[in-house]
């Protein structure tokens, strides 16, 4: 059965930081494994990415220098730790695996997602 649950979401004030979980099991296609976040009334944005294969991380502007992407060694815990936080980071976070199609950033393309968790960042 596949799972992927994310934890650590919450409240803090902006400047603050969190980390979030997701962990993974059942799933045997991780060709890329993802973080987006969706803000009420906007598309899903896809923030941060791995391929393992390759090692390699990719990160949407609006976090780059400030999020950071990492897993543990059996690649079956993904996490997200975020750094000065703003109001603007205030979403539904989600992690994403396996990509199908299209680009990492395109939550179109994965078939995997977990339930989100809730981050909100108050000035």
């Known amino acids: 059965q596949v799972q992927l649950v994310e934890s650590g979401g919450g409240s803090v004030q902006a400047g603050g930081s969190l980390r979030l979980s997701c962990a993974l099991s059942?799933?045997?296609?991780?060709?890329?494994m993802a973080w987006f976040r969706q803000a009420p009334g906007k598309e899903r944005e896809g923030i941060a990415s791995?391929?393992?294969?390759?090692?390699?991380?990719l990160y949407a502007d609006s976090v780059k220098g400030r999020f950071i992407l990492s897993q543990n060694k059996d690649m079956n815990t993904l996490y997200l730790q975020m750094n000065k936080l703003e109001p603007e980071d205030t979403a539904m976070y989600y992690c994403?695996?396996?990509?199908?199609?299209?680009?990492?950033?395109?939550?179109?393309?994965?078939?995997?997602w977990g339930q989100g968790t809730q981050v909100t960042v108050s000035s």
């Open positions: 994403a695996v396996n990509l199908l199609r299209g680009s990492w950033n395109d939550s179109s393309g994965y078939n995997y």
């Open positions: 791995f391929y393992p294969r390759d090692s390699l991380t």
């Open positions: 059942g799933i045997f296609n991780r060709n890329v």
